[in-house]
Structures are given as C-alpha cells and as structure tokens.
T-cell receptor, first 111, second 118 residues
Framework: QSVLTQPPSASGTPGQRVTISCSGSSSNIGSHYVHWYQQLPGTAPKLLIYMNNQRPSGVPDRFSGSRSGTSASLAISGLRSEDEADYYC????????????FGGGTKLTVL | QVQLQESGPGVVRPSETLSLTCTVSGDSIRSFYWSWIRQPPGKGLEWIGYISYSGSTNYNPSLKSRVTISVDTSTNQFSLKMTSVTAADTAVYYCARDLGASGYFDYRGQGTLVTVSS
C-alpha cells in the first residue's frame, strides 16, 4: 500500500489529453513539492516534472504538472505512442523522521 | 554531465548482507543528497534512504533497522548495506542524486538487479 495513491492504469488515443492523479495528505503533498517520473519499458525512471510543475530541459511541453491541496496531477496533451510508460509521483513525507514516498505507479496505455 | 553507476554482486544468499556501491562522476559527492531506490520485479519504486553532503543519513522507516548508507569522499562513491536479506529484497537497485532531500532525483544510475537466492 503506497502512501501516495495513483490509479493503476490510464489510457488514451493518439492526440488526446490524459491526466494522472496522485493523492496524498497534509504530511506530504499538502506541504511539500511533488515530482513525477516516467519509466519506459525496461529502462530506469526519468525525471519528468519537478517542484509540482517545472519541466527539466528536454521534456516536451506536452507534459505538465499541477498541485492543489493534498493532490497533484500530471497531464499529457497530444498523446503519442512513445508516451506509453509507467508514471510515478513522489514527495517528501514529514511522518516519523521524514522520508521520500512514491505513488504506486500508473501504467499509461496508448490505444 | 553527472553520471552514476551502481556496482556489486548480482546474487546474494538469504540472511546475508547486500552491498552495493555507486560511483559518481561529473559532480562532487560533497554536494546535495545521494539516495538509493529499489524496484522489485513488476512492482513500483521504493525509496531506501539518502546520505547528505554533510554525511547525515535518513532511511525509509520500513527498512531502517537493516540499512546503512555511507560515503567515501576520496573516491566520490557512496554505498548501501542491507542486512538479513530475504527473497523480498530481490529488486533492481538504483542510486540517484536528490537535489533537495525531497524526492527530486535529477540523475540516477541505470540500475543493477540483485537477486536473493541460495
């Protein structure tokens, strides 16, 4: 059971806009930045969005992030076949001595 | 360009100690935070812990009793030791740089599969 809750799967057709949610609590998303990772099949996870809504150099602007209260979302517009991957959210959690927590991951399928 | 490379045994026997090393190039290990993350086959990501630029550590509460992360600034490496391993510790282990001790991993290694088996 992950501290951050993501839907296990999402899907869309090429060109569509898809959103993936990440739900947490006041001890994590509610008070800390959210970061998103994309993991293509057989590869290491790659930073996609940092500090809620910032894109690293090289990440297309089709990818965007947002945070509101204790939830965050990743949006992908103009969906492409190469976006088919697993997506994870991450944040710091203040509980106990503090630690990084991940969502369980969302497998995105491009139909 | 920052690069990280994990190294260590691919197989560890149950009840023994898993030891991995991450070699960092392109940045000094005396800056930022350096984490270990793992991913069991077919499952999600789990943060193991970090060591900071000052040498302080922080661990996942669920693993804290079995994990030690240390740093060797002379070789620009940091290491993971996990004791009393079981089959549940079989995973791909990644090392990564965390810019703010917040889960903001901007660089990571390619990962190394560690299988716990007799």
């Amino acid at each position: 059971q992950s501290v951050l809750t993501q839907p296990p799967s999402a899907s869309g057709t090429p060109g569509q806009r898809v959103t993936i949610s990440c739900s947490g609590s006041s001890s994590n998303i509610g008070s800390h930045y959210v970061h998103w990772y994309q993991q293509l099949p057989g590869t290491a996870p790659k930073l996609l969005i940092y500090m809620n809504n910032q894109r690293p150099s090289g990440v297309p602007d089709r990818f965007s992030g947002s945070r509101s209260g204790t939830s965050a979302s990743l949006a992908i517009s103009g969906l492409r076949s190469e976006d088919e991957a697993d997506y994870y959210c991450a944040a710091w959690d203040d509980s106990l001595t503090g630690h990084v927590v991940f969502g369980g991951g969302t497998k995105l399928t491009v139909l | 360009q920052v690069q990280l490379q994990e190294s260590g045994p691919g197989v560890v026997r149950p009840s023994e100690t898993l030891s991995l090393t991450c070699t960092v190039s392109g940045d000094s290990i005396r800056s930022f935070y350096w984490s270990w993350i793992r991913q069991p086959p077919g499952k999600g990501l789990e943060w193991i812990g970090y060591i900071s630029y000052s040498g302080s550590t922080n661990y996942n509460p669920s693993l804290k009793s079995r994990v030690t992360i240390s740093v060797d600034t002379s070789t620009n490496q940091f290491s993971l030791k996990m004791t009393s391993v079981t089959a549940a510790d079989t995973a791909v282990y990644y090392c990564a740089r965390d810019l703010g001790a917040s889960g903001y991993f901007d660089y990571r290694g390619q990962g190394t599969l560690v299988t716990v088996s007799s």
